[in-house]
């Protein structure tokens, strides 16, 4: 045997082989997971669009250790894009610009993070906390759907791999549509 018990309810002892059966279900939800809404932008692609960018706090473990969620939504229809998970720092703005590249953006309304204002000339930044009301509720609501993301709470992944795995399965389901990855 290998795991222990050390006295909580969803601690059991398991055995090599189903430490190896957890591990490939984990990888095989973690593959099926998109960060784009790929029918959004399959239908869109040609038109110019109004994005929302906004970067939202979490932690795993323990609250030192943070990741922070960037997305973007649709201004206009209120459809979440894409999304993307790292720290703070500028560099994970570009890859959730990257993952946005297939569209024609022709406004980005953020808030004053100074990441926006070092990525987008100013004529294609808007920053306003007017219009970013809509991106600001969809942090309620996911905050509202996923436990993990509540800032007091009981609940909390043990690693960011989980962290990832069980934020992007809601965003994937509630707000991409993609249900077949819960069934």
Same mark, same amino acid.
């Given at each position: 045997?290998?795991?222990?018990? @050390? ?7 398991? @055995? ?41 706090? @979490? ?87 996923? @436990? ?36």
């Amino acid at each position: 045997m290998v795991g222990r018990w @050390s006295g909580h309810s969803s601690d059991i002892t398991l @055995s090599r082989s189903q430490l190896r059966y957890r591990s490939l279900r984990i990888e095989k939800k973690e593959s099926e997971i998109s960060y784009v809404n790929k029918e959004y932008i399959e239908s869109r692609h040609r038109l110019k669009i109004r994005v929302e960018m906004d970067e939202m706090w @979490s932690f795993y473990h323990d609250k030192g250790k943070q990741l922070w969620l960037w997305w973007a939504m649709d201004h206009d229809t209120g459809v979440v894009i894409a999304y993307w998970f790292g720290t703070r720092e500028h560099d994970n703005l570009d890859e959730l610009k990257a993952l946005l590249v297939p569209l024609k953006i022709e406004k980005v309304y953020s808030d004053g993070n100074n990441a926006y204002a070092k990525r987008f000339s100013t004529k294609v930044l808007a920053v306003s906390k007017q219009h970013t009301q809509k991106i600001e509720r969809k942090h309620l609501s996911l905050r509202t759907w996923c @436990s993990r993301l509540v800032r007091k709470g009981i609940r909390f992944s043990k690693t960011a791999q989980m962290h990832k795995i069980a934020v992007g399965l809601v965003i994937n389901v509630w707000f991409f549509g993609y249900k077949h990855l819960i069934q």
